[in-house]
């Protein structure tokens, strides 16, 4: 029983900050993992925003890199996505994933980062972003 839980989504002005959490229980020690990010537009295909594996590799869209900084508290059991100068292109339903046992330590974090063994996903946190 894995259960993630996204907060922090609000409604911003263009250029403010949000800090977006994701609180994971029954996931337990994985020896490989990684965690993701995602974002979904209306009218827009889903997006992966930004991927960290378990030995620290990461990975960040184009579309963010720069403003966006992904990490994880162990002890917390907590995934967090640190949003800064944000703009109405960041408008989105923003899901935090985990990926299941199917997973292993040599994969690439861009494989994350499309999905690729995302067995667990939250319901997403809203974020509104007006210019």
């Known amino acids: 029983q894995v259960q993630l839980v996204e907060s922090g989504g609000d409604s911003v002005q263009a250029g403010g900050s949000l800090r977006l959490s994701c609180k994971l229980s029954g996931y337990g020690y994985r020896s490989a993992y990684c965690m993701a990010w995602f974002r979904q537009a209306p009218g827009k295909e889903r997006e992966g925003v930004a991927a960290?594996?378990?030995?620290?590799?990461?990975y960040y869209a184009d579309s963010v890199k720069g403003r966006f900084a992904i990490s994880i508290d162990s002890a917390e059991n907590a995934l967090y996505l640190q949003m800064n100068s944000l703009n109405p292109d960041d408008t989105a339903m923003y899901y935090c994933?985990?990926?299941?046992?199917?997973?292993?330590?040599?994969?690439?974090?861009?494989?994350?980062?499309?999905?690729?063994?995302?067995?667990?996903w939250g319901k997403g946190t809203l974020v509104t972003v007006s210019s």
């Open positions: 994933s985990a990926t299941g046992d199917s997973w292993y330590a040599q994969f690439p974090v861009s494989a994350c980062a499309v999905g690729y063994a995302m067995d667990y």
């Open positions: 960290i594996e378990g030995d620290g590799t990461i």
